[in-house]
């Protein structure tokens, strides 16, 4: 059996909860004081997921970089692993808002998009 | 001398939403003033997630917050001025503003909004000891040159202060390879949302140290090390140094309202907030001078940034329409804070000119579990609402309705606290 402690932030409160887990199956969730907590620590210690967001180098525009994120969240483990392939990525002005930038990043099956206009000079 | 109804002094979200407003409240002459390249305001930099819950029910990062507004003002074709640096605005309403193609030039406003903004405080306002070798950024400063220019400010990384974009930006540079070592904070409590110490410091192993401070800068040309210490009664304790060699020190200490011009106006300014005082219409001392967003209060969300710059907006247009409503004229309320609640926005109530609902905005001074925050009327206690938690980092808001405080019998004084029980 495994014990994970998690601070929760569905809301300020930010519960103390502690979660009891064997494998994929949990076993118990203690400290929570409502119904999102208890959902919050159960995704966490399964599949914890986070969106990504950083920058894209873009030639030909008004801007160096462009703002990017992931369209969903990705798994937390593939956030290193996004990061490089989008350090490594460039692409061309002119970009809109929800372009997709890089397809499929670090095969998650979540594109990374951007998330301004930029125009070209 | 050119005119306009109403100037906007500021094209960030607050600017942005006022003139939204203002021009749906049914105003064409209206000019906003920005001293960027670009509308948005701080938000281009702000390239995370988490915007816009409230206003548009889903997670948006800054710059597609931003768009959302900068769209409406192109679509409404609304007059904008950008790298205008506003010089002045008089008592009576004459902007004085200059960029390069105009040179220096004035206008009369009809009325004018102020949505100037916060600046970070800078290192020069903290007195921390130690050299002052390069190296050491606001956190909003690395959080340009990381989002907009792409420079890495460095590679080791120490963080004063919680705050909310120092979080942000530990975890921003550690994406982008650099060793975040220390976030210190000198308050026994963070000045972040939760959420971000969870998502910013935890996810990557990143101590906060609570109740710390730095004690010294080491380094002639580029900083080398920074030693922070724990902080007992205002003081650091002696032995309880931690020496971390770095390039880099990151300052989230806090923001301030950004009132040159504003205290130039002649617009009476809250010791507390360090921005305007205002009314109910979130109009100053001057009548036809409104001010919101960070400018008046520093704000934890965006979206509540907006909500109040709506409401400026849609006064504004009010002024302009209805004429000079005097603010003195008919009953006025005073609202006081006390007993753990620092201020109010805003700070007094003209019952002719309240809207039906009126949300009156505060912080709290401490953290408080299970506390409660009370309302009076004069001595009658009429708001008694439990909150489970309440903290310094996150903004509280109570609701005021008009059919209430008019049944409210010369109703004088309304006093906003923090109770126990």
Known sequence: MEKRNLTCI?????????????????????????????????????????????????????????PCKTASNIPKDKIFECMKVINHAAVKAPVKIGDVLVEDVAGTGVNVVATRNVEAV | MK????????????????????????????????????????????IHNGFGLHTFKEELTGPEYAYRFIEKVYELGIEYKLHTMVMDISHDKIVTAMNRTDGMFQIQAGAVILAMGCRERPRGALNIPGYRPAGIYSAGTAQRLVNIEGYMPGHEVVILGSGDIGLIMARRMTLEGATVKVVAELMPYSGGLKRNIVQCLDDFGIPLKLSHTVVDIEGRERVKAVTIARVENGKPVPGTEERYTCDTLLLSCGLI?????????????????????????????????????????????????????????????????????????????????????????????????????LTVRFRVGAVYQNAFVSVYFDDERVQHRKKKIMAPGEMEQVILQKKKLAEHDGLKKITIKIEAE
């Open chain 2, 3 to 46: 005119s306009y109804d109403i100037v906007i002094v500021g094209g960030g979200p607050a600017g942005l939403a006022a003139a939204v407003s203002a021009r749906e409240s049914g105003i064409e002459s209206i000019l906003i003033l920005e001293r960027d390249n670009e509308l948005g305001g701080i938000l281009n930099q702000c």
């Open chain 1, 10 to 66: 569905g809301c300020p409160m930010g519960c103390q909860i502690t979660v009891e887990f064997e494998g994929e199956e949990i076993l118990s969730v203690k400290g929570n004081t409502c119904a999102i907590g208890d959902k919050y620590a159960r995704n966490e210690v399964l599949h914890p997921e986070r969106t990504v967001t950083s920058t894209v180098y873009i030639s030909g525009g008004k801007l160096p970089r462009v």
């Open chain 2, 257 to 357: 309202p950004e009132n040159e011009l504003s205290r130039s106006a002649g617009v009476e300014m809250s010791p507390i907030t360090n921005g305007p005082v205002v009314n109910e219409s979130l109009e100053t001392n001057i009548p036809g001078v409104f001010a919101c967003g960070n400018v008046l209060h520093v704000h934890d969300l965006v979206d509540y940034v907006s909500e109040e710059a709506r409401k400026a907006g849609a006064n504004a247009a009010r002024y302009i329409k209805d004429g000079c409503k005097d603010a003195e004229a008919g009953q006025v309320i005073e609202i006081a804070a006390t007993d753990g609640a620092r201020y109010t926005v805003p700070s007094t109530i003209n019952l002719d000119r309240m809207e039906d609902l």
